[in-house]
């Protein structure tokens, strides 16, 4: 049985999976899976303060090499459908592209590698695909607590490959080796309000929150590792809530996010931010400092064989190997990485989370012809 990768992924984009609905997206991945050989899982994970989300495994094949597949279904609302040339759940092929919101990010890494796996035969070796709808918003009833109930479950793998879109410009340009974490705080500094004509009755705090900006922005946390760009520290708000023009406000927050090497731990960080709001005169006022959410930590992927067979697949493909980057935000590789070795390759996704999101669809062939290629070397079934 083949499966076509553009009708798959037509079939998905019509899925309105916005988190945390999955809106029949998993339905349609179960039908399919199972027509080609595959056991299929349902799992439901709640709690954290957070949505239930639906989640999905399915595997094929016993013993042998184990190769992991991972994605999401689940996609960011469409926004102003005004922007929109058409309805964002209605697949729409023109000119050689197919748009639809979730074309890009990542039904169509998801369309690749399930149609790649039609054309595996199933005594190649086992084939885990773990896919969560729960991956751009909250992300903590999604892949983080599906590896845990793999690995709990006794379904391990050598290695690990996320459908998201890596490639920059063309396909198969870049494959992403890690990710840079990310930390996020605010920084809180309370006065005395009072009015602007009698300022020695009121103690201002945004003059310390001034200088406590200046203080986290000015100094570079790093220069960079071996592959690794530098951390970097971006203030996204200062605020006081403050309307009017004659009152000196009471307090005031700034927030920041830091996206970080692998020379730093959360920890580290905490530390370091703490240490630069220490440099600042408070001038008698208080400050505050948290941690806002829960830290992504920066991961790097071991290098290795079968990272060069992925390499050396997608370099016969276009003339030259691609790029080992680890730019980007965040990913649910972070997650995967924990238990093996795990690379991101995917489409080019300048179009994702924008008004007429879209690939090109022979892009889409490429990417399972990659996959495939990679699957048959990564299983040592091609012949001479």
């Given at each position: 049985?083949?499966?076509?990768?553009?009708?798959?992924?037509?079939?998905?984009?019509?899925?309105?999976?916005?988190?945390?609905?999955?809106?029949?997206?998993?339905?349609?991945?179960?039908?399919?899976?199972?027509?080609?050989?595959?056991?299929?899982?349902?799992?439901?994970?709640?709690?954290?303060?957070?949505?239930?989300?639906?989640?999905?495994?399915?595997?094929?094949?016993?013993?042998?090499?184990?190769?992991?597949?991972?994605?999401?279904?689940?996609?960011?609302?469409?926004?102003?459908?005004?922007?929109?040339?058409?309805?964002?759940?209605?697949?729409?092929?023109?000119?050689?592209?197919?748009?639809?919101?979730?074309?890009?990010?990542?039904?169509?890494?998801?369309?690749?590698?399930?149609?790649?796996?039609?054309?595996?035969?199933?005594?190649?070796?086992?084939?885990?695909?773990?896919?969560?709808?729960?991956?751009?918003?909250?992300?903590?009833?999604?892949?983080?607590?599906?590896?845990?109930?793999?690995?709990?479950?006794?379904?391990?793998?050598?290695?690990?490959?996320?459908?998201?879109?890596?490639?920059?410009?063309?396909?198969?340009?870049?494959?992403?080796?890690?990710?840079?974490?990310?930390?996020?705080?605010?920084?809180?500094?309370?006065?005395?309000?009072?009015?602007?004509?009698?300022?020695?009755?009121?103690?201002?705090?945004?003059?310390?929150?001034?200088?406590?900006?200046?203080?986290?922005?000015?100094?570079?946390?790093?220069?960079?590792?071996?592959?690794?760009?530098?951390?970097?520290?971006?203030?996204?708000?200062?605020?006081?809530?403050?309307?009017?023009?004659?009152?000196?406000?009471?307090?005031?927050?700034?927030?920041?996010?830091?996206?970080?090497?692998?020379?730093?731990?959360?920890?580290?960080?905490?530390?370091?931010?703490?240490?630069?709001?220490?440099?600042?005169?408070?001038?008698?006022?208080?400050?505050?400092?948290?941690?806002?959410?829960?830290?992504?930590?920066?991961?790097?992927?071991?290098?290795?064989?079968?990272?060069?067979?992925?390499?050396?697949?997608?370099?016969?493909?276009?003339?030259?190997?691609?790029?080992?980057?680890?730019?980007?935000?965040?990913?649910?590789?972070?997650?995967?990485?924990?238990?093996?070795?795990?690379?991101?390759?995917?489409?080019?996704?300048?179009?994702?989370?924008k008004a007429d999101e879209h690939i090109a669809l022979a892009d889409l062939t490429g990417?399972?012809?990659?996959?495939?290629?990679?699957?048959?070397?990564?299983?040592?079934?091609?012949?001479?």
């Amino acid at each position: 049985m083949t499966i076509d990768p553009a009708d798959l992924l037509a079939r998905l984009i019509a899925c309105p999976s916005v988190t945390p609905d999955e809106a029949g997206a998993l339905d349609l991945l179960e039908a399919e899976l199972e027509a080609i050989g595959f056991a299929v899982t349902r799992l439901r994970f709640t709690g954290d303060g957070s949505y239930p989300v639906d989640n999905f495994f399915a595997t094929r094949g016993q013993g042998g090499r184990r190769l992991l597949f991972a994605g999401h279904t689940d996609v960011v609302p469409p926004g102003d459908l005004a922007h929109w040339t058409a309805d964002p759940f209605a697949p729409r092929i023109t000119d050689g592209k197919i748009f639809g919101r979730g074309a890009a990010d990542m039904k169509s890494g998801i369309a690749a590698f399930v149609a790649a796996c039609a054309n595996i035969p199933p005594q190649a070796g086992t084939i885990h695909l773990a896919i969560t709808n729960d991956e751009e918003a909250d992300a903590v009833n999604g892949t983080e607590k599906l590896m845990r109930w793999m690995a709990d479950n006794g379904h391990h793998f050598d290695f690990a490959i996320v459908g998201e879109p890596s490639s920059a410009e063309t396909l198969g340009d870049s494959i992403k080796i890690g990710r840079r974490g990310s930390f996020s705080g605010k920084v809180t500094v309370t006065g005395t309000q009072g009015h602007v004509a009698y300022p020695h009755k009121a103690n201002n705090p945004l003059p310390v929150l001034a200088a406590i900006a200046t203080a986290l922005s000015t100094e570079k946390l790093d220069t960079g590792t071996e592959h690794f760009p530098a951390s970097n520290l971006e203030l996204t708000t200062i605020d006081t809530g403050n309307p009017v023009s004659n009152v000196i406000p009471m307090s005031g927050t700034l927030r920041f996010n830091i996206r970080y090497n692998d020379s730093w731990t959360p920890e580290a960080l905490a530390d370091w931010v703490r240490a630069r709001i220490a440099s600042v005169d408070a001038r008698h006022t208080a400050i505050d400092f948290e941690v806002s959410g829960t830290p992504s930590r920066a991961f790097l992927s071991p290098l290795g064989p079968d990272i060069e067979t992925l390499s050396a697949v997608i370099a016969q493909r276009n003339g030259q190997p691609p790029e080992y980057s680890t730019g980007g935000g965040t990913s649910d590789a972070r997650f995967i990485a924990q238990y093996g070795p795990v690379v991101e390759c995917g489409l080019v996704g300048p179009s994702m989370h924008k008004a007429d999101e879209h690939i090109a669809l022979a892009d889409l062939t490429g990417l399972r012809d990659i996959y495939i290629s990679f699957m048959q070397r990564y299983f040592a079934l091609e012949t001479a």
